[in-house]
């Protein structure tokens, strides 16, 4: 694998330096040492990397998609073979345990191997003709090169979903992977140049905003595909150059609804699981939980019981452990604002509420339970993104609906009911793009992903996804027959 210390950009099958001699520093948030010093781009960087991606996609669009197909499961087979130093160069970079990293590594293997799968499956149509003797034929095109941007949460397997798509559809790609998160894409694209991908198809570059701002705006880049916050997706809207195709997954702010039936056991483990995972740094995280008024005290004091049990560490040291720190200091100031905005308007803090003990070196915040919420307090309204979690009780369905609908987000819902007319009716009226009743798994990689109103639009996973990276033609043929 590559020496992430000293990281380089990957173009054309190469790695290279960066033309503008700026080096960007990788801290570790549990300890906050500085583990890697890589490129940070600029316009002459991002340039090669474009020209290398328009070059490669003449001949990778014509490819058959049967030997595309090829190229992504030997890119998946490699990341298996790979997946110890990847998993550690995430959460050295980013904090999340190791038995975490590696279930994200495992689940990018899967991601490539999917696509390889629905590569060759791409079909078009034959439409009747009002008129005999012609034929209409649609067909399925790659769009052309791609500009991907993507976070640092999940900093392999949000690539992945992009980079496999793409390539199966006959796209190129130009990849900037988040400055918090670089050295894991790096190991990512080790794992690409050990394969006999064309030159050119895939190329790699990093960098903070400058970089991102040049990609998107670059000429000849076709498509856009970014996850993110949604101040940068709206400001990615503004930079783009021309009329281009883009997809989009912005924040999340989901909300989870326990009815009066909810099997309470099953309620507060999906709870648990999807609020702290991660330090609850996920687009579909649960941020807020609306619990009717008959189960909420019960609720909410096994939630804190629970939520008091998960072991906090350095994931390097503890790989097992429930919790590691937050990515960044950004993060960790947002927290303590919101935990401390809403014990001053009145919430409970049953659990948490500061840093653990005993970790004051990193980005440990310990995780947190608020009961008692109300919509104007900033975790119940503004996504939070780290280990904080608002309770507040419900006595109709209705009203339910509308809390859980008022924010601008429409990513994902929750809900646990064992009430079949309560899980019909929350699951057309919540106005998301997921909704997972009674599991917390909103989703997979065999059905789209996307959010709507504030959340983004387009998707990712299933047939879906490598749509995103298609144009329709309509071939209209006389033949006299």
């Known amino acids: 694998m590559t020496d992430q210390r000293t990281g380089r950009l990957y173009i054309n099958g190469n790695w ?4 503008s001699g700026r080096l960007l520093s990788v801290h570790n948030p549990a300890n906050l040492e500085v583990v890697a010093e890589v490129p940070d781009s600029d316009e002459r960087d991002v340039d090669r990397a474009v020209a290398a991606a328009c070059r490669a996609f003449e001949s990778w669009r014509w490819v058959n998609p049967s030997v595309r197909a090829g190229h992504l499961h030997a890119i998946g087979q490699r990341i298996a073979e790979s997946e110890r130093a990847l998993a550690e160069s995430i959460t050295r970079e980013m904090g999340k345990p190791l038995s975490e990293a590696l ?16 590569t060759t499956r791409t079909f078009g149509a034959i439409v009747p003709n009002e008129e005999d003797g012609f034929t209409s034929l649609v067909e399925r095109e790659p769009i052309g090169v791609v ?11 949000l690539i992945g979903w992009k980079l496999a798509a793409s390539l199966g559809a006959g796209c190129t790609i130009v990849v900037k992977p988040s400055e918090y998160t670089p050295t894991s ?20 570059v990093t960098g903070a905003g400058e970089t991102g701002r040049a990609l998107v705006a670059h000429p000849a880049v076709n498509k856009v595909a970014f996850t993110g916050s949604s101040d940068t997706g709206a400001a990615i809207v503004k930079t783009v150059s021309g009329v281009k195709p883009m997809s989009m997954e912005l924040g999340g702010n989901c909300p989870m609804i326990v009815t009066e039936h909810a099997d309470l056991t099953g309620a507060v483990n999906g709870a648990l699981r999807r609020s702290f995972r991660n330090a609850g740094q996920i687009c579909i995280a649960i941020n807020r939980v609306y619990v009717h008024a008959s189960r909420y005290e019960e609720f909410v004091q096994r939630l804190a019981s629970a939520a008091e049990d ?32 809403a014990r001053a308007k009145g919430a409970r803090v049953l659990c948490g509420g500061q840093r653990p003990a005993g970790l004051e070196s990193g980005y440990f915040y310990a995780p947190t339970v608020l ?7 900033l ?4 996504e939070t993104f780290g280990p904080v979690l608002g309770v507040a009780a419900y006595r109709s369905l209705d009203e339910a609906v509308e809390l859980a609908n008022s924010t601008p987000a429409g990513l994902a819902a929750y809900v646990y009911t064992e009430n079949l007319t309560a899980t019909f009716a929350l699951g057309r009226r919540l106005d998301f793009g997921n909704v997972a009743v009674n599991n917390v798994d909103a989703g997979i990689i065999n059905a789209p992903y996307g959010g709507r109103k504030g959340s983004g639009y387009g998707y ?10 298609l144009q329709l033609k309509h071939l209209r043929i006389r033949h006299g027959a």
């Open 16 to 19: 290279v330096d960066s033309a």
């Open 103 to 118: 279930g994200e590594v495992r689940k990018l293997a899967k991601a490539f191997h999917f696509y390889a799968e629905e």
């Open 147 to 157: 500009a991907a941007i993507s976070p640092w949460n999940y900093p392999l397997e």
């Open 185 to 204: 894409a790096i190991e990512l694209f080790a794992c690409l140049a050990a394969t006999d991908l064309p030159a050119g198809v895939a190329n790699l």
């Open 310 to 341: 998960l072991v906090v560490a350095d994931g390097l040291v503890k790989e097992d452990a429930d919790m590691g720190p937050v990515a960044n200091a950004e993060i960790l100031q947002k927290v303590e604002r919101h935990v401390d905005d």
């Open 371 to 377: 009961a008692d919420c109300t919509q104007d307090m």
């Open 379 to 382: 975790v119940m309204h503004e």
């Open 460 to 469: 990712e996973h299933g047939r879906e996804g490598l749509d995103g990276y």
